[in-house]
């Protein structure tokens, strides 16, 4: 851990947004073996380390290894969680705005915390778990739901750009995808209109924290928009 933290000064990250996850195996041409993190464990982790880290809940699509909207209500409540994490295309195969999630994001409207969507080309078995339809209809059901989009619904980059042009509450973190082809749109998108809505995310450990930080400033942000993607849009997503 220790070595973590110096990894974190030398990128100039002074806290981590760390999710717990509820993922099924899936097929997509190839096999993802299922992925979990116990709540308990990221609860644990916010406690020894408060000043570092900033705990997210997984929460289970399916309703099979908790109930949904309970857990929710238990993480923040009890477990001291900052917001959610919901992988609909792995667990249940539907976009997000589908009805049996509902519960979910009324239980966090209830709590004041936002939902962070798995998004990108590996949410589900087929590239449509991705769509930013979903994400659109589900932001005009729930307006004040913040809604975070994890791996920013790539390769739909210019879709997700028009949708959270339209929806306010909706925040896009592309993270690794930023660099991936037609990334240059979040870029864009930063240094004008949506210069509140685009969240930076490092994608550790897929690269490691300085590099993440390095190579994103030099992608081409506007200097005066540097500060709200590295800290304020995010602090703003999570309501802290």
Known sequence: MDLFFDEMDAAGIDQAVVLGRNSPG??????????FIRNETIAEL???????FIGIAGIDCTNTV?????ETERAIRQLGLKGIFLEPGRGLGVGPDDERLFPIYEKCLELNVSVNVMSGPFAGPDIDAT???????LATRYPEL?????HGNYPYVQEILGVALKHPNIYVS???????PGGQGYVMAANSLLQDQIVFGSSY???PLGQAVYDSKH??????????????????ALGI
């Open 219 to 236: 992608l081409g942000f506007e200097k005066n928009i540097l500060e709200k993607y590295f800290f304020e849009n995010a602090r703003k």
């Open 131 to 137: 769509n930013p339809l979903y994400i659109d209809r």
């Open 146 to 150: 913040r809604i975070i989009c994890g």
């Open 26 to 35: 899936v097929s997509m041409g190839r096999k993802f073996n299922p992925a």
């Open 205 to 207: 450990p897929l690269m």
């Open 46 to 52: 916010q406690d020894k380390y408060p000043r570092r």
């Open 174 to 180: 592309p993270d690794m995808y930023i660099f991936a």
């Open 66 to 70: 908790h109930d949904g909207a309970m």
